[in-house]
């Protein structure tokens, strides 16, 4: 296979990575709706559908703004055109968690509501890193040379860490784990789990990846990754010392 990976359509090339960010989206709600008729769910659909459009708009923006802060130097010469074009699933996530929390507060909603969603994100994610991974070196997904014994060339004849692939098995190995945790957990734990757990990850790979420090010869997702440690960190010292108890 030569990356990156595209299919011709009335004499043009297009990425596959447009496919497969529309198919994560409509396959990650239909496996909501699914997974909403099996459980009872304390919230009302007109609120569920309220904070979706928190979370929908607070992703919009969140995942433009952090990718613009991938690269500090180049936001002076950033377009409007630019800004919308990309963006970063991490900064997403942020940017659903407040817009999330928002629209809670406007409509009075106090339960927890982002445990419904842990299985659907997981298959949406697996789904849109395909196409991430199709894109090669069109796609700021890839990592930095290696030797390691995954390297695959992406498009520009180095053998790179294949980051996005990294991310498909990880989400893999957390739909097995979600699908078959046992552990009795208060609502709203297992999406905090998640969001623990993908951060974790997002934290570690960037390592592998070719970033641009923001601060501290950190990238902006090693902050945010912080930053989501510092916000759950109620939650992490209270699972920690239940697991190790």
Known sequence: ????????LFGQLYHWHYIF??????I??????????????????????????????GALFGSRIIAALEDPESIKQL??????SNKTIAGGFVGALFGVELV????????????????PIIVALFIGRIGCLLMGIDEPTF????DFFMGMDLGDGIKRHPVALYEMIYMVLLFIYFNSLKRELIN???????????FLYRFMVEFIKPYHPLFLDLSVIHWISLFIFIYYNKFIIRISKEIFK
């Open 21 to 26: 960010e529309t198919l994560s989206f409509l």
């Open 79 to 84: 377009t409007l055109f630019a800004f919308f």
């Open 143 to 146: 990592g930095i040379e290696t």
């Open 28 to 57: 990650g709600v239909r496996v909501y709706y699914f997974l909403k008729k099996r459980v009872a769910d304390p919230i009302s659909d007109e609120n569920r559908l309220w904070i979706m459009l928190g979370a929908m708009v």
């Open 188 to 198: 709203g734990d297992r999406f905090k789990l998640f969001m623990v757990l993908y």
């Open 104 to 119: 809670k507060k406007a409509i009075n909603v106090k339960v927890a509501s982002g445990d419904l969603y842990v299985i």
């Open 1 to 8: 296979m030569n990356f990156p990976v595209k299919f011709e």
